[in-house]
């Protein structure tokens, strides 16, 4: 009976050794994550961005989306809207339109360096008379590079 005593002591005295030891190491090593080291990644990780929808629409409900998305314009028309969306937020690259009359090489209009919410709203501003009937396109640029092209055309 005093060997089982004995023994009980022995593990009761390395219990408190051990919480003893644990206590220690906590307070001098401290028990907090450790501090991540925050890191700029050195790509982009805007490489995979793609336009998701575009629309070219003359008409848009009160919220600025299209009600009806149609290829064919009036002249009379009072604006012509691209509406579009990207598959992710854009942080390192640049965002671009052009609109394109038939036969002209050069843009007739250009949206640069766009830093919108999204879906993003763009409308093709009509002279004073009103739009030249014709074939035109809208091209969504991502830096340099064309990711959609979209034509349509107005008529009388």
């Not at 629309?55 to 009806?68: A, C, E, K, Q, S």
């Not at 993003?120 to 092209?149: H, M, Q, R």
């Amino acid at each position: 009976m005093e060997a089982n005593l004995t023994q009980i002591k022995r593990r009761k005295l390395v219990v408190k050794l051990f919480c003893l030891g644990m206590t220690i190491l906590l307070v001098c090593v401290g028990c907090a994550v450790p501090e991540a080291k925050q890191t700029i990644p050195d790509e982009c990780p805007d490489l995979g961005l793609l336009v998701t929808k575009a629309v070219v629409t003359d008409t848009l409900d009160p919220y600025g989306r299209p009600i009806t998305s149609d290829n064919e314009f009036s002249v009379s028309g009072r604006a012509i809207y691209l509406v579009f969306s990207l598959s992710d937020d854009m942080c390192c690259r640049t965002l671009n339109v052009r609109w394109f009359s038939e036969g002209k090489p050069d843009p007739i209009q250009i949206d640069d360096n766009i830093h919108s919410q999204f879906p993003v709203t763009l409308s093709l501003k009509a002279n004073g008379n009103g739009y030249v009937p014709g074939v035109y396109t809208v091209k969504i640029y991502i830096d340099f590079w064309e990711k959609i092209s979209i034509p349509f055309s107005v008529h009388i």
